[in-house]
């Protein structure tokens, strides 16, 4: 059964760093797109970083340019995401997801969901 787990959360000050993990298993990791989302209270879930598993191609929101950077270890089955210079508004449930063949931020494309970790940055 295919099962994604993130970890890496936690809560930081603005301007800190965090790297969130998202380990996956029971499916090829040599195909298709895995993604990072966000869902802060009150708000619909956005897709933050995409990565395809493929060639490497990755995506990011406007709001996370420069200061996100997300890789894959295809041997390891992880997909990392590099959060730097963190601002209150990141804060939120970041969740990966897999299944979908290429990336997109559309979220009902992908078909298997982590739990989810929570990041909290304080002002």
């Known amino acids: 059964e295919a099962q994604l787990v993130e970890s890496g959360g936690g809560s930081v000050q603005a301007g800190g760093s965090l790297r969130l993990s998202c380990s996956a298993s029971?499916?090829?990791?040599?195909?298709?797109?895995i993604t990072w989302f966000r869902q802060a209270p009150g708000k619909e879930r956005e897709g933050v970083s995409c990565?395809?598993?493929?060639?490497?191609?990755?995506h990011y929101t406007a709001s996370v340019k420069g200061r996100f950077t997300i890789s894959s270890d295809n041997a390891k089955n992880t997909v990392y995401l590099q959060m730097n210079s963190l601002k209150p508004e990141d804060t939120a449930v970041y969740s990966c997801?897999?299944?979908?063949?290429?990336?997109?931020?559309?979220?009902?494309?992908?078909?298997?969901w982590g739990q989810g970790t929570q990041v909290t940055v304080s002002s």
């Open positions: 029971g499916f090829t990791f040599d195909d298709g797109a």
């Open positions: 990565i395809s598993l493929s060639d490497g191609g990755t």
């Open positions: 997801a897999a299944g979908a063949p290429f990336c997109t931020f559309y979220r009902y494309s992908y078909s298997h």
